[in-house]
């Protein structure tokens, strides 16, 4: 449990941020600028599952905004499972176990700044179970549209580069392509969430220096897979490509 005193602490390390400075404009801009602030504190672990956040009072003072901007940016953040806020209780940080670890949100946040290997590791895990089965079905169920929009995204990718915004969107739109041609709603519905972890990842690998090596044949290798409708192959490919991502993620760490 988090005594004043700690509550006092977050207070002032609210106010110490650039937040206080910065978070001017619109409602929408400033709920955006505190759910971002609390968000990455909290995933970064500076504000750790069970301790209580200020009170809404003392942090839309700190922070220089309202309080229905502030009261705001807690709802986005109870939406996305980080916090839970109780009649007198007031509002702690949920365990990591309820937190939706597969937000775009929560990951931009986590990669923000330094995301922990524990972190990183339950994200490629998950992508090494998801991708390489929605690779080994895309190839039995893609049809012409679907190979044209992979098509299309590997010739982006080859022309802007991943150190590029560009060619990352084009990374994005590859993997979802991908999840489309399965045909399957229930992947379908996780390219938003698979499309930001690849975001994400791949920035955080050129934060300090160039990737560490090409993806884009391994990228190839999954689409000509695809293409030649060969499942085991493509789930191959696939599982080769999440293998070595994860390589060159642990490497920028």
């Not at 910065?22 to 505190?34: E, H, I, Q, W």
């Not at 209580?52 to 700190?62: D, F, I, K």
């Not at 990951?107 to 998801?130: N, Q």
């Amino acid at each position: 449990m988090a005594s004043d005193s700690e509550d006092s602490a977050l207070a002032g390390s609210l106010a110490a941020s650039p937040l206080a400075s910065s978070a001017k404009g619109t409602g929408r801009r400033l709920r955006g600028a505190v759910a971002h602030y609390l968000g990455t504190a909290i995933v970064s672990g500076r504000i750790a599952p069970g301790e209580r956040l200020t009170g809404e009072v003392a942090n839309s003072e700190a922070l220089d905004v309202s309080r229905s901007a502030y009261r705001e940016a807690v709802q986005v953040l109870a939406a996305k499972g980080l916090v839970e806020s109780r009649t007198k209780a007031g509002t702690r940080v949920l365990p990591r176990s309820r937190w939706n670890m597969l937000d775009p949100g929560v990951l931009a946040w986590a990669f923000s700044g330094e995301p922990d290997l524990e972190f990183v590791r339950d994200l490629f895990e998950l992508r090494a179970i998801v991708e390489p089965a929605a690779a080994r079905i895309a190839a039995s169920r893609r049809e012409k549209a679907d190979i044209r929009a992979m098509k299309d995204a590997l010739a982006r990718m080859r022309r802007f580069t991943l150190a590029t915004e560009k060619g990352r969107a084009a990374d994005r739109d590859f993997h979802d392509a991908l999840l489309h041609a399965t045909h399957n709603n229930a992947l379908i519905a996780l390219s938003a969430s698979i499309g930001a972890a690849v975001n994400w990842t791949t920035q955080f690998k050129q934060r300090t220096r160039a990737l560490p090596r090409d993806p884009l044949p391994d990228h190839a290798r999954v689409f000509e897979a695809i293409t030649a409708g060969n499942p085991e192959a493509a789930s191959e490919a696939m599982r080769t490509l999440v293998d070595l991502a994860l390589e060159d993620t642990r490497s920028s760490m």
